[in-house]
């Protein structure tokens, strides 16, 4: 049997598919994004370290990033070592805790949905709010093969955004539509439900695509602080919500379908990022900085994940990602953000991802002026 997965539609509701996690009274002490007094003082609350630095006119608490310089080579070997152990030490920080998480399934689906996303979801949580993440509202999943069941779904959740097919505006909302309409896991022209079986490849790419909606909703919930996201505030650049969405999904769905396998296997397969680019796609990661999240090919798509791995590599590890997300809501200066978080300029930056594709300089493509912070 054939593993069926509408890419187009599935890559769409990447950005729109929210969830949210019960707060622990436990992580009531985080500080990322909360105000500071001393410019370099640092704390530390529930093993995280953080540092106070200054935003703007503002002093912030962001988390302390910290990495091992890797070789200029740029090998695959080196890259990938850089971010196993960023991601090691945040595995280190998991809760051992059962968030709370809401599953709404249309009569006769196939169970193996919530069997899974029960596996995936808590796992994750229990990573980024060791982390000292933190998700408000409680999540809440929708699986079902019609348009009209997951209307109802969406409405009876209690969004106060206008209802929209996949879901568009559900990263405001806190509410996850996965199923055959919105995004569909399955062999070609058989529903889900009686009796339907997902088969091992299947569980792997529902339970990734699980932990991207996780992923995507951490970063939401960040710009936003101890408030519940409702889509007041512009969205960060697509490559780099994306990116950062793929990468931590896969290093936690590498983590709970293959424990103790090298991440670098799990991606081969082709069914999750797809190979890093050999040169430029027919869009640049600078066509990605506004609102476009539709990608046009897998050469785009991919390229999201093989830019914010180099990202984690060599630019502060994952501290870093979620570093930029609090900076970005305080004050949506995308660029300044950037440079803040990871040490190194958008523009620099740039030159270094045609560098990592191994272009020579005259093939660069030239640095045009950043877009400005965008919203939905």
Request: aromatic content about 12%; glycine content about 8%.
């Amino acid at each position: 049997m054939r593993l069926f997965f509408l890419r187009k539609v599935s890559i769409s509701l990447a950005v729109s598919i929210p969830l949210v996690l019960f707060a622990s009274p436990a992580l009531a002490a985080t500080k990322a994004g909360s105000a500071c007094t001393s410019n370099g003082a640092t704390t530390t609350a529930s093993s995280i370290k953080y540092v106070c630095t200054k935003l703007g006119k503002n002093l912030i608490w962001s988390m302390v990033t910290s990495l091992t310089p890797i070789a200029a080579s740029y090998s695959p070997a080196d890259i990938e070592k850089a971010v196993s152990d960023s991601w090691a030490q945040w595995r280190a920080n998991k809760l051992k805790a059962t968030p709370k998480l809401i599953l709404k399934s249309q009569k006769g689906y196939s169970p193996d949905w919530e069997v899974v996303t029960k596996k995936a979801v808590p796992y994750l949580l229990n990573v980024l709010n060791g982390n000292g993440l933190k998700m408000v509202p409680t999540p809440f999943f929708a699986f079902g093969e019609t348009e009209e069941f997951r209307a109802k779904a969406f409405k009876e959740y209690g969004c106060k955004a206008p209802y929209m097919k996949n879901m568009e505006m559900a990263i405001y909302c806190a509410a996850a539509d996965i199923g055959s309409g919105g995004l569909r896991i399955g062999r070609p022209g058989e529903p889900m439900a009686n009796g339907y079986k997902l088969n091992d490849q299947e569980i792997k790419l529902l339970t990734f695509i699980d932990m991207h909606e996780v992923a995507i909703f951490y970063e939401a919930q960040a710009q936003y602080g101890d408030i519940a996201y409702d889509g007041t505030k512009s969205q960060i650049p697509s490559w780099l919500r994306e990116g950062t969405a793929q990468i931590v999904a896969l290093l936690g769905a590498n983590d709970l379908v293959t424990p103790g396998g090298a991440y670098s296997d799990f991606k081969q397969d082709g069914q999750t990022v797809g190979p890093k680019p050999e040169g430029l796609c027919d869009k640049d990661l600078q066509d990605y900085e506004g609102l476009d999240k539709h990608w046009s090919s897998g050469c785009v798509n991919s390229q999201n994940f093989y830019a914010v791995e180099l990202l984690v590599a060599k630019h502060g590890g994952f501290g870093a990602l979620y570093n930029f997300d609090i900076f970005f809501g305080k004050n949506e200066d995308w660029p300044t953000d950037f440079q803040k978080a990871f040490g190194i300029s958008r523009e620099d930056f740039y030159k270094e991802w045609y560098s990592y594709l191994g272009l020579a300089q005259t093939d660069w493509p030239s640095i045009r002026a950043p877009k400005p912070a965008e919203h939905y």
